[in-house]
């Protein structure tokens, strides 16, 4: 199987490692394109770097790991050279089946990884259009399964999905910052230390509720006794946090939905 990425910016670059770092492939079996060729001097030793054209050829998956600005414009580029068992993969929630159809009419999968991928601990999601066998789901599962966990969703389903597990190390990332930051106003624990006790209590609490498969309600109950310190503070949190929650979701759909609406615009235009 050969592979190729048109891209390689922070996606692009992550798969490429990935791919690479498996041993699954010879340096030839990989193909990899920018449009700021110096990027890939680093690459130089682990893949063929070609032109999108050369990828498009050569690969028989092909990862288009660009913004949805930039995606017509290489589909466009990259439409004649695709050959009709290639499984062209798009890297963006907000592109549908439908646009890409309007310039490639071909086998499509959608993947969404998240930065946790860099562990190998990614919950990617994945969804096809209707020409994509069997056969092509395998062999995706497979180099995806490489950098953690594959979750198939229907296409309308991609956009919150993403929110879960694309979007929300991010969404984590700024939760616990301001947890840490109120925290601190009221302790002379170090910042690094704060933060540290804070994390890796975050992340047993996710482990152990895994492993226990404990509810959020027994999680809370089992810490929150009646009357005592952390039910003052779980009380405060399902007051206001909620608010902030509803809002957050109803700003980013919202937010895929323009973009989802300028990159289609972009699609129309000749
Ligand atoms: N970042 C994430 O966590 C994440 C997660 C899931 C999905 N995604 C999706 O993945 C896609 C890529 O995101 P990213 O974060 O990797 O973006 P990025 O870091 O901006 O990388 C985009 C890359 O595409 C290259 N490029 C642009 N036009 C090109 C062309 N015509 N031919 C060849 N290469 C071209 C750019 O080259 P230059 O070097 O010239 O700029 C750049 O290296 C987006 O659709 C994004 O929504 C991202």
């Not at 990828?55 to 790991?65: P, Q, S, T, Y």
């Not at 017509?72 to 068992?85: F, M």
């Amino acid at each position: 199987m050969k592979v190729g990425i048109i891209g390689y910016g922070s996606m692009g670059k992550m798969l490429l490692w990935k791919f690479s770092e498996s041993g699954m492939f010879e340096r030839e079996d990989l193909y990899v394109a920018n449009r700021t060729s110096e990027k890939l001097v680093e690459t130089k030793d682990i893949a063929c770097s070609v032109s999108n054209l050369e990828v498009a050829k050569n690969a028989d998956i092909v990862f288009v790991c660009v913004r949805p600005a930039d995606m017509k414009e290489v589909l466009s580029e990259i439409e004649t050279v695709l050959n009709r068992d290639t499984l062209l993969v798009t890297l963006n929630g907000s592109i549908t089946f439908e646009m890409i159809k309007r310039i490639v009419d071909l086998k499509t999968a959608k993947v969404i990884p998240s930065l946790t991928a860099e562990i190998n601990q990614s919950q990617t999601i994945v969804c096809y259009n209707e020409k994509v066998t069997n056969e092509d789901k395998e062999k995706l599962v497979s180099l995806l399964a490489l950098f953690g966990e594959v979750i198939e969703l229907p296409e309308k389903e991609v956009g919150m999905g993403s929110e879960l597990v694309s979007c929300m190390p991010g969404f984590i990332a700024a939760i616990f910052d301001v947890i840490c930051s109120s925290a601190e106003k009221h302790t002379d624990i170090p910042h690094g230390q704060v933060i540290n006790m804070v994390l890796k209590t975050m992340c047993a609490t996710g482990e152990l509720m895994l492993a226990r498969d404990m509810s959020f309600d027994e999680t809370v109950a089992r810490v929150a006794t009646k009357g005592g310190i952390t039910e003052e503070g779980t009380k405060i949190i399902y007051k206001h946090f909620p608010e902030c929650m509803d809002e957050l979701f109803y700003k980013t759909l919202d937010k895929r939905k323009v973009t989802a609406l300028k990159t289609e615009e972009s699609f129309e235009k000749e």
